[in-house]
């Protein structure tokens, strides 16, 4: 069974601040990995989406990455704005596209 | 309609009670993901449907719980005899089977159960 960890839980930053989230998990055999914003009480937003045979995708402000060797994925935020504040999940993508998600990691960028 | 809706967006109802959800996917998608998110959790899957067809149940989904997609178009959730354990968030997505993996999300029902 997948298991996917998000560390830190938690993580409070000044504004302009480059920061990394991680995201490990322990079965290599997936399809794809996506990284979804959620602000309170409200859906997901997709964020990015990196293919089992990609290394990285980038968008904006965003990059994140794929180790599949070694069941990591980093979603790295350059200046780091207070609208970036949310709270950020990773999704693995296995068998008919079915996602299994970490916990999240809680952001909040300060003034 | 570019988006996945889904009605209500909150339901408080009194243990005992049956609720049903509804979840309106992006037109042209023909796969449909429910998932249920816990406070302080990350969404778990429910059930997915291809088309009008039900292809797969999570453990997660007693029998008290049944999903429905009756027109391959929008589907239904029901929770019969509703317990305080049930409540969370109650989030669909959408995705076309032949393009991409990307699953779009709709904005969630969140279920109080008292």
């Known amino acids: 069974k997948q298991e996917v960890t998000q560390i830190p839980a938690a993580l409070s930053v000044p504004e302009g601040e480059n920061l990394v989230l991680n995201c490990s998990f322990t079965d290599s055999a997936i399809y794809n990995l996506q990284w979804f914003r959620q602000d309170p009480g409200k859906g997901l937003t997709s964020l990015l989406l990196i293919q089992s045979s990609q290394r990285e995708q980038t968008s904006g402000r965003l990059n994140a990455s794929l180790d599949k060797s070694s069941g990591r994925s980093t979603l790295y935020i350059a200046a780091s704005q207070p609208g970036d504040s949310a709270t950020y999940l990773c999704?693995?993508?296995?068998?008919?596209?079915?996602?299994?998600f970490g916990t999240g990691t809680r952001l909040q960028v300060t003034l | 309609d570019t988006g996945v809706s889904q009605n209500p967006r909150h339901k408080i109802t009194k243990r005992g009670q049956n609720v049903t959800f509804r979840c309106d996917p992006i037109?042209?998608?023909?796969?449909l993901y429910w998932y249920r998110q816990t406070l302080g959790q990350g969404p778990e899957f429910l059930t997915y449907f291809q088309n009008e067809a039900q292809l797969e149940k999570s453990r997660l989904l007693s029998d008290r719980f049944s999903a429905e997609r009756p027109k391959g178009s929008f589907s239904t959730l029901e929770i019969q005899r509703t317990e305080q354990g049930d409540s969370a968030m109650y989030l669909c997505?959408?995705?076309?089977?032949?393009?991409?993996?990307?699953?779009?999300f709709g904005p969630g029902t969140r279920l109080t159960v008292l």
């Open positions: 999704a693995l993508g296995g068998t008919a596209s079915k996602l299994t």
């Open positions: 997505a959408s995705k076309q089977s032949t393009s991409g993996d990307e699953q779009f």
């Open positions: 037109s042209e998608h023909n796969r």
